[in-house]
């Protein structure tokens, strides 16, 4: 049964870590990844993010599902925050559980790039000096997630 | 088409803003039967509604919470979403 949330407060790692594989003696690989905020030149005060309740949940969900059956995952944890968050926050959470190293780290890499080109969010960039951006969205992503498209 | 029916539209990110609103109710006229249609019926509602849909690459949309293309067909009381590309992860 998997986990799907979107939230305005941060998460815990390690005790989503530990909810996944409380008592599972079936699981033989666990793959995590982390999206943070980055803030690379030095001159961002605030990423905020938009979703679309409603949507946002229900897509993040089924995305989830095609993971589940695709790899046969044994558990799934997807956190998506939203809202104001500072840079250094975490932003995403995907943790997934297989039966072995393969399906644990394709899974990942699948769910972090079909959360980037298909989740309802956006991105605004709020900088040190009263500006702000909205995120453009990246080819280079969407190139990523063809590539599970073409996969099958 | 959409007969004798409301649309609810939604906006988000910089369509939001540009269009001024997050939702708005429109009644738009029987000839308005798919997503590219409204799209051309709300351009021509003002400034704002025109800068929002100025350029048509860089709109999304949803019906009823489901991703949307332009041909798809539009029944009174839909939920229409419009969006730029996704950004999230």
Known sequence: MATVRVQTDDFDVGAEFAALTAGRHDIGGIGCFVGTVRDGANRLAALTLEQYPGMTGQALARIVAEAERRFSLLGCTVIHRHGRLSPGANIVLVIVAAGHREPALDATHFLIDWLKTSAPFWKKEEYADGTAAWVDARESDDAAAARWARAG | ?89
């Open chain 2, 1 to 89: 088409m959409v007969p004798h029916g409301d649309l609810t539209v939604l906006y988000f990110a910089w369509l939001r803003e540009r269009a001024g609103a997050a939702e708005e109710t429109v009644t738009p006229p029987a000839s308005v039967s798919t997503v590219a249609d409204l799209i051309a019926w709300l351009r021509e509602r003002g400034p704002r509604h025109a800068a929002a849909f100025a350029d048509a690459r860089l709109i999304r949309c949803a019906v009823n919470q489901e991703f949307a293309a332009p041909e798809t067909e539009l029944h009174a009381g839909d939920e229409v979403a419009f969006f730029p590309p996704v950004t999230g992860g």
